[in-house]
């Protein structure tokens, strides 16, 4: 069964701190990995990734994949409170759309 | 830029009724997905739809469950005789394309069973 695991299940930081967000996927015939981020609603895209080893950028958001080791990593930099939300990957596979999710992280940013 | 649009935002409904979660995608797309959270949860993938036909169920998408595309914008997902762990959250969701690409989601219906 596709598996998709998020590490740490809740993080509490100040703001300006630097986090780092991991992903661990066991998925047959894995395509790419996403990155959502959900704060009262709608989980927001940020980050689809398919190429091992490539950074994708976006403001202080970063995030890569490693197919190697079957994870993805997502960075956010001097955090802001308005970073606070959990945030999601899910796993999509070759030959079909859906996308399994994992339980997502929990951020919180303290003033 | 443009969304996915859910409503209702919120709807309760006695167990046993019939609901009705509507969703207008994205409007150049053509792919569309529904997913539920259950509250404490993960977003699990409900199904998928393009050209007027399911193309892919999960395994909770059961009897209970039907989609339909009633016009060219919306998007419906009805559940039939409602029960208590029908409750959840409902996203929908949609593509462009096939394949490789984000799907973009809607802010959900959160779907509460008395």
């Known amino acids: 069964e596709d598996k998709v695991v998020q590490s740490p299940l809740s993080l509490v930081v100040h703001e300006g701190d630097t986090v780092t967000l991991n992903c661990s996927y066991e998925?047959?015939?894995?395509?790419?990995l996403l990155w959502y981020k959900q704060e009262k609603k709608a989980p927001t895209f940020l980050f689809m990734l398919?190429?091992?080893?490539i950074e994708k950028k976006s403001g202080r958001l970063s995030s890569i994949l490693d197919k190697k080791e079957l994870s993805s990593i997502l960075n956010i930099t001097a955090t802001q409170t308005g970073d606070s939300a959990i945030y999601l990957c899910a796993a999509l596979k070759f030959g079909n759309e859906k996308l399994t999710f994992g339980t997502g992280t929990r951020l919180t940013i303290i003033p | 830029e443009p969304e996915v649009t859910q409503t209702p935002s919120h709807q309760v409904t006695q167990m046993g009724q019939e609901v009705i979660l509507r969703c207008v995608p994205i409007?150049?797309?053509?792919?569309f997905y529904w997913y539920r959270q259950i509250l404490g949860q993960k977003v699990e993938f409900l199904v998928s739809?393009?050209?007027?036909?399911?193309?892919?169920k999960s395994e909770i998408f059961d009897d209970q469950f039907s989609v339909e595309r009633p016009d060219g914008s919306n998007f419906t997902l009805k559940i039939r005789s409602t029960k208590l762990e029908d409750s959840a959250m409902y996203f929908c969701?949609?593509?462009?394309?096939?394949?490789?690409?984000?799907?973009?989601f809607g802010d959900g219906t959160r779907l509460s069973i008395l």
């Open positions: 998925v047959t015939n894995f395509r790419s």
């Open positions: 398919t190429s091992s080893g």
């Open positions: 409007s150049n797309h053509l792919y």
């Open positions: 969701a949609s593509t462009p394309l096939k394949g490789n690409q984000p799907q973009h």
């Open positions: 739809f393009y050209n007027n036909e399911i193309s892919e």
